[in-house]
């Protein structure tokens, strides 16, 4: 079953002479479970895309359905974009993003607490997916006291809080060595086989997707498969 | 979970420096309250707390606190013979600049009637009033001096033999009561150089006018100086007496001035105090300006070191309220930490500073409010400028 559609994807920045084309009837579907790369050089639009189907920036036209629901038909179809957001989306950002005055467990716990999940049970939760990362014993240790790799995971981790159905993963890989790389990329496939969460992961180091099942390029805004 | 609070415990250090900072100018702002107050509450003081209906002063002269005033001594026991009057009584007051506990301090003395007269020290904290024609004195406690304890005025040692606490002049100075004789003879008394001088000066005089030497010294004894001027005679009113009515005899017959205790701190408040009091509104306006221009950059500051988490958690879809309530409680908290450490530090020292702090709970009450509202409204400009950042900002590197 595709959880994201995209059909004809269109984003144009300006009008007239000065008008720039982001994106160009871009169309893709993703599966759930499925690993999807996005490769290409900077300016490409693999930014735009992805705010794009975050529903953070509107698209000029075109269509996206997200687990089942169209959010977008040459016009945004009235959904709260943010709800939607917490229920269906998690985000992986390429510097961790981790909010610094808050402990490992309470980074994942906020993210729960957002989507009405009550404080202990945010906190219980946070502690069962810190175990699955293998970081259960850095719980109480803050951002600033974590390796990269560790970072990443409690990322990773605050990504999965709410069982969302799709990972947006934006250069993940990109501030950590090729080992640790390596180990959160395994772990986001480990993510998508046993919890069925599709993961979108844009990247510039093809050595980081092998075993990805669809490997698109970007380039001037259109996207080709591999 | 409560971000603004896990912030705050992240960052002990810096929100225990940020409010000790805002703390400081607040408590600044709460003296400067203080001392506007102070200056007004010690301006009238005086006025207020010497037992009289009318100030008789020297014609067309807003005397004894404004200006000069200097009347015959006698002129008590006219002032005393107007119809109405309970009681008149002489009354001298000037500031002086001498030795005291030690140091040199300005203080007023004030001579009055110790034999029942008006315009004496009110109620005593230690000690008695003065029993004695001569060489007593009752002092306020910020004199420094104690009961027992003496204090030279020109050539004479007083003893003290009461304390007053808060009697002070307008200036905030503390007040010495003498008896009326001694408090003359301070006054007017000269040091050797400059009575042989007065002498001189006086003798020529009668010698110009045609005495001889030998006449001339048998007269000098009679030309003394000033010593029998007083600043103003105090009366009480009879029963039912209306001051109006008296206070215009004495003027027309008397020719003298008269003021009602109102009246004087109508004087007081629109001479001596008025740029003072202009001066000390202004500072406070200013210093609460700037302290709310401070407490909104450090709001703002603190929400800009944010920014990045703020853009994260609207990513992750929180919703504006906890962004709004990240913001607002963290100025709630510096606000209320602040100005109870102000509030704590003013309270404990304000019986050492060198003017009189009145404190008057009304003031501080409003003065919290105007804090509040404007850390409430400074707030605004992180709040709005939390709310505008999107979310896209925590993509990227």
């Given at each position: 079953m595709a959880i994201l559609q995209v059909e004809g994807l269109s984003k144009i920045f300006g009008h007239g002479e000065t008008a720039v084309t982001a994106l160009r009837n871009v169309s893709f579907s993703v599966e759930c479970g499925e690993l999807m790369a996005l490769l290409g050089p900077s300016g490409s639009g693999k930014s735009t895309l992805l705010l794009c189907i975050s529903l953070i920036l509107e698209p000029t036209t075109g269509r996206i359905v997200m687990n089942e629901q169209t959010v977008y038909d040459n016009a945004w179809m009235g959904v709260d974009e943010r709800r939607f957001r917490r229920e269906n989306i998690g985000f992986i950002f390429q510097g961790h993003n981790l909010i610094p005055f808050l402990s490992a467990r309470d980074n994942i716990a906020v993210a729960l607490e957002i989507n009405g999940v009550s404080g202990r049970a945010a906190r219980q939760r946070a502690g069962e997916l810190l175990d699955f990362l293998e970081l259960g014993h850095r719980a109480k240790a803050l951002p600033a006291n974590l390796s990269g790799g560790e970072q990443q995971r409690v990322a990773i981790g605050r990504a999965l809080a709410n069982s969302p159905p799709l990972i947006f993963a934006d250069e993940p890989t990109a501030s950590l060595d090729t080992g640790r790389g390596t180990k959160v990329m395994e772990l986001l496939k480990r993510i998508a086989r046993e919890r069925q969460t599709a993961v979108i992961a844009v990247t510039h180091d093809v050595r980081m997707i092998e075993g990805f099942d669809t490997v698109w390029h970007m380039e001037d805004g259109q996207m080709v498969k591999e | 979970m409560d971000l603004a609070i896990k912030d705050v415990q992240r960052h002990v250090g810096k929100f225990v420096a940020t409010i000790l900072g805002v703390g400081l100018l607040m408590a600044i702002v709460l003296i400067m309250n203080g001392i506007f107050q102070g200056n007004t509450s010690d301006g009238v003081w005086l006025i207020d707390n010497t037992a009289t209906d009318l100030w008789v002063v020297e014609y067309r002269r807003g005397g004894p606190f404004n200006e000069q005033s200097r009347i015959p001594e006698d002129a008590w026991k006219s002032v005393a013979a107007t119809p109405g009057v309970a009681q008149a009584s002489p009354f001298i007051i000037y500031a002086v600049q001498r030795e005291a506990a030690g140091r040199g301090q300005q203080f007023t003395i004030i001579g009055y009637?110790?034999?029942?007269?008006?315009?004496g020290p009110g109620p005593l904290v230690a000690g008695r009033s003065i029993n004695w024609a001569h060489y007593e004195t009752v002092v306020d406690m910020k004199l420094g001096l104690k009961l027992g304890d003496s204090i030279q005025l020109g050539v004479h040692d007083y003893s003290v033999v009461g304390l007053t606490k808060g009697a002070v002049d307008s200036g905030g100075n503390p007040l010495l009561y003498l008896s009326l004789p001694d408090a003359q003879e301070v006054l007017y008394q000269q040091d050797n150089r400059a009575h042989e001088a007065t002498l001189a000066a006086d003798r020529k005089r009668l010698e110009g006018a045609g005495y001889t030497p030998a006449q001339a010294a048998k007269l000098l004894?009679?030309?003394?100086?000033?010593?029998?001027?007083?600043?103003a005679v105090l009366v009480r009113l009879a029963h039912g007496a209306d001051a109006r009515k008296v206070g215009r005899h004495i003027e027309d017959w008397l020719y003298f001035n008269v003021y009602t205790t109102q009246q004087e701190r109508d004087l007081m408040l629109a001479g001596k105090l008025k740029k003072m009091t202009a001066i000390l509104g202004l500072f406070r306006v200013l210093l609460v300006i700037v302290s709310l221009v401070i407490i909104a950059l450090l709001i703002y500051v603190l929400t800009v070191e944010k920014i990045k988490a703020i853009a994260t958690l609207k990513l992750m879809g929180a919703a504006n309220w906890v962004i709004v309530r990240l913001i607002l409680e963290q100025s709630v908290v510096l606000t209320l930490a602040s100005f109870a450490f102000a509030w704590a530090l003013v309270n404990l020292t304000h019986?050492?500073?060198?003017r009189t702090l009145v404190l008057l709970p009304n003031e501080t009450l409003i003065t919290f409010g105007v804090f509040f509202v404007g850390g409430m409204l400074a707030s605004l400009v992180g709040i709005i400028h939390a709310l505008r950042t999107p979310p896209s900002l925590a993509l990227g590197g």
């Open positions: - | 009637d110790v034999f029942g007269g008006l315009g004894p009679l030309l003394s100086g000033g010593s029998g001027t007083i600043s019986d050492r500073f060198p």
